[in-house]
């Protein structure tokens, strides 16, 4: 298949879409998790989607995107205000919380999807496909689905980016101005929790932390200011979306959601070796032209005192 074929293609043409999509999505909501010293909490989300996405199932019996996206929005609700409760409540720091609920949710997840599988419904239930993704299984309803969750997510960032700004930077004066750092703070979890629910259908819940904060980690390497970072990572979202899709449409046989993560990861590694200020190319350059002018600071001085060399 050549390229012309495979932009021609109507279903290539709906995952392609909706894998951009959520790459956008998931680089600007990560780029305020990853400041915030959250990048775990992508991980936890994610996985505590999975028993949400199976208790859906069980209630209704469709393997409805909708119904899938319900369930996991509740279920990633439910670890949010846990994680909170825990950290608030008790000696537990955050770190723990997460790990705590991201094992707790993961094993009521895999429990049910055991059920599911030896039940009536059996392998048709298809939703073994959520723990790694399956891109290929979407149709237009569900990038209609995305795009309206993806832009309504974008539109959040940018309407309380000043606020997100003092939270994820120094939240004792945004305390101090009067802002609600409680309340923010799960609202930029409840964004997280989107994010999540959006991409486990193409990426899955094992792999989708890596596509939440990957690309904010690359785009930290190229700027030092916030919104270049989030218009980066979210364009490195979207790159990161594009290849993998394309890709696995190029080659039989393989997945579009771990592809992209790895397209991902390979921005990364460009951004750690070639970034312009931060990267280690860089470093290295600086080093050696601070070397240089060391070496030659001895020869001037000695021109300036008029000694003959």
């Known amino acids: ?144 689905t995305m795009a309206i969750i993806s832009a309504v997510l974008v539109g959040v960032c940018v309407l309380f980016f000043k606020e997100f700004k003092l939270l994820s930077f120094d939240p004792g004066f945004a305390k101090g101005i009067g802002l609600p750092v409680v309340l923010l703070d799960q609202f930029i979890m409840l964004l997280v929790v989107a994010a999540v629910v959006v991409g486990i259908q193409a990426v899955g819940v094992v792999l989708m932390a890596a596509l939440l904060i990957t690309p904010a980690v690359a785009a930290r390497y190229w700027t030092e200011k916030l919104h270049v970072m989030v218009i980066v990572s979210g364009a490195f979202g979207v790159l990161s979306g594009m290849v993998g899709t394309l890709v696995s449409t190029m080659v039989d046989n393989l997945p579009t959601g771990p592809l992209t993560v790895l397209a991902a990861t390979c921005l990364f590694i460009f951004s750690v070796f070639f970034a312009p200020k931060r990267g280690l190319l860089a470093k290295i350059l600086l080093r050696m032209s601070a070397k240089n002018e060391l070496t030659r600071r001895p020869y001037v001085q000695k021109v300036k005192e008029g000694e003959t060399l």
Do not use: E
């Open 1 to 144: 298949m050549n390229w012309l074929q495979v932009f021609q293609d109507p279903n290539t043409q709906w995952i392609l879409f909706g894998s951009m999509l959520l790459g956008l999505s998931s680089g600007v909501i990560g780029s305020f998790a990853y400041l915030r010293k959250q990048s775990l909490m992508g991980d936890a989300l994610a996985h505590a989607a999975l028993p949400g996405v199976c208790l859906a199932f069980m209630m209704t019996g469709s393997k409805s995107i909708f119904y899938f996206l319900i369930g996991a929005l509740m279920a990633g609700i439910l670890a949010t205000f846990l994680i909170s409760y825990i950290t608030r409540h008790t000696r537990i720091k955050q770190d723990s919380a997460l790990g705590i609920i991201l094992t707790v949710f993961f094993g009521v997840g895999i429990v049910l999807l055991t059920q599911i599988q030896h039940g009536d419904a059996g392998n048709q239930s298809g939703l073994d496909k959520f723990l790694f993704g399956q891109a290929a299984s979407m149709i237009q309803t569900d990038v209609y």
